[in-house]
């Protein structure tokens, strides 16, 4: 039997490295860039009606997602709000039973816990060998060595708050009218959570389904830990915008945004087991018998730290307003975002059966990564309906299967094609009150493990509801709440993981025009 003699950490990754090629979403891999397609929309009107963005007017703070609205103001205008979200996550693991492995399943499911064994089996079957008997480990039931079981859940709480300011001046140049405009927002949501309590390496799922399964007295090893990859924190931007009336109707406008930003991160390790798939002939009919063994392992690694971003983001749009209809279009144009991490690799490794003691260690870690964002776009439509009704509907298409990230040297393609369908509903039961609703129909940029359909992105939809109250002449106060749950089951050969994500979020601010 060969034993491990030192936990080898960057075997570990270069296995998941290996298995990244094949799936398109990153399971127990080191961060990257994460959370970096969470981009925030910091229009309160928008966020209440689902997202739309192209045919809505006098709503300064749509300077950086169209910025051809912003011709639609009348005078300087001034606005200031800010946006909270509340995340939930959790994953609950189903274990199917092994017909060869019974044992496997039971550890796997969490189904011996809270057991324990009178006799220690390893001294048991010590026993065993020193009275002449050959021990066969099917005759032991293994339990886990601590209590963690498969499921887990994960609440966040909002990162820093950062203030969407915005302000913008329109003004007359050789009689063309035009508006500029300046501001400062949140750009994206980095948080990002994943862990996975049964990790394994390399991947059993043919001896669960059979396939592979030991002959003779062979045996295979397989790793087992715990893994945990969370980020938190917020990228902003500071920029301008330009919008010219190139007619009465039509408007054109573009925008430059400086992205900036920091999240705290950490990828930790903790080992649970060396499970041993075996199958002995050794039994008094001389029958060949499947079974496992569990070794206790004790070790850790952790990699934590800062990480910067930087980047820039520009995009145009052009819009014409009818009478009742306004339609438009928005390109975003090629991003770049460069990642600086810098932290800390801590690990130790604890004597047992299979491992060497190692002290803990720590030294010092540093990489540096570049997403490259290709041309992305909307189109959308407005319509005055009634007087006191307004209905928008609009298509963003994000053809992220282009993005390349590079690492080390290395260009990968880590993303699927994304793409969201907005429709918002504005009712203005009385003066000086409005009342908004929205829905979103939004996909992600990675599939379920092993979906039955290649490159079909997981995909959620999101409900949202808000409030617009003039308080004084010029003075709007406007408020937003959105709710969405993604749901999605990756599934193996032996397991299918249930993963729930659920985000409720808040958008409070106020906007003053001039008069």
């Known amino acids: 039997m060969t034993k491990l003699k030192r ?8 296995n998941a490295v290996m298995v990244c090629v094949m799936v398109a979403q990153d399971y127990n891999l080191p961060l990257s860039m ?30 950086f997602a169209n910025p051809a609205s912003l011709s639609t103001l ?23 039973g092994s017909t060869y492995y019974g044992n496997y399943s039971l550890l796997m499911d969490g189904s011996l816990i809270g057991i324990s064994h009178s006799v220690n089996p390893d001294t048991l079957l010590a026993i065993m060998t020193r009275k002449g008997i050959k021990p066969f480990p099917g005759d032991t039931l293994w ?15 909002p990162s820093e708050m950062i203030p969407n300011i915005f302000v913008a001046l329109p003004f007359t140049f050789k009689k063309i009218k035009a508006t500029v405009g300046l501001g400062y927002n949140e750009y994206a949501n980095m948080d990002y959570y994943y862990q996975n309590n049964t990790a394994q390496n390399p991947n059993p799922n043919e001896m669960m389904a059979g396939q592979g399964v030991v002959k003779g007295d ?9 893994s945990i990859h969370n980020r938190e924190g917020n990228l902003h931007s500071i920029g301008g915008a ?27 390790t903790l080992g649970r087991g060396v499970i041993w798939f075996m199958s002995s002939g050794a039994n008094p009919n001389k029958v060949t018998l499947n079974s496992i063994r569990l070794d206790s392992v004790d070790y850790m690694s952790s990699v934590s730290g800062k990480s910067t971003y930087t980047g820039y983001e520009g995009s145009i749009s ?41 002290p803990l260690s720590s030294v010092s870690t540093s990489t540096t990564q570049k997403m490259y964002l290709p041309t992305r776009g ?17 298509y963003e298409y994000d053809p992220y299967s282009q993005a390349e990230l590079k690492i080390n040297g290395v260009t990968t393609n880590p993303w699927l094609d994304a793409s969201a369908f907005h429709l918002g509903i504005k009712w203005e039961p009385v003066e000086n009150y409005s009342l908004r609703f929205g829905y979103r129909r939004q996909s992600d940029v990675f599939q379920a493990q092993y979906s039955a359909f290649d490159n079909q992105p997981v995909s959620y939809i999101a409900y949202s509801a808000g409030i617009g109250i003039q308080l004084i002449k010029g003075l709007q106060l406007n408020a937003a709440y959105e709710f969405y749950e993604q749901k999605y089951e990756d599934t193996w050969v032996g397991n299918s993981n249930i993963n729930i994500l659920t985000s409720s979020s808040i958008s409070v601010g106020l906007q003053y025009t001039l008069q």
């Open 7 to 14: 936990i080898s950490i960057n075997a570990l990754v270069l």
């Open 34 to 63: 994460e959370g970096l397609n969470h981009t925030s929309n910091t229009s309160i009107l928008s966020k209440s009606l689902g997202g739309v963005t192209i045919p809505l007017q006098k709503d300064v703070s749509l300077m």
């Open 74 to 96: 009348d005078a300087l205008t001034i606005s200031i709000g800010a946006l909270q979200t509340y995340t939930s996550a959790n994953q609950t693991q189903q274990w199917q």
């Open 143 to 157: 339990i886990p060595y601590d209590k963690i079981g498969p499921n887990w859940n994960h609440d966040k709480s």
């Open 218 to 226: 062979s045996t295979r090893r397989v790793n087992w830990w715990q």
């Open 242 to 268: 330009l919008s010219v009336n190139i007619t009465e109707n039509f408007s054109a406008g573009a925008n430059l945004q400086i992205i900036t930003g920091s999240t705290n991160d950490i990828d930790q």
């Open 318 to 358: 052009a819009a014409y307003r009818g009478k009742d209809v306004t339609v438009g279009v928005t390109v975003t144009l090629p991003t770049e975002i460069d990642r600086s991490f810098d932290g800390t690799t801590t690990s130790y490794t604890n004597k047992t059966k299979d491992y060497a003691a190692v």
């Open 378 to 394: 909307s189109i959308g439509i407005g319509m005055q309906v009634r007087a006191n009704v307004y209905v928008a509907a609009e």
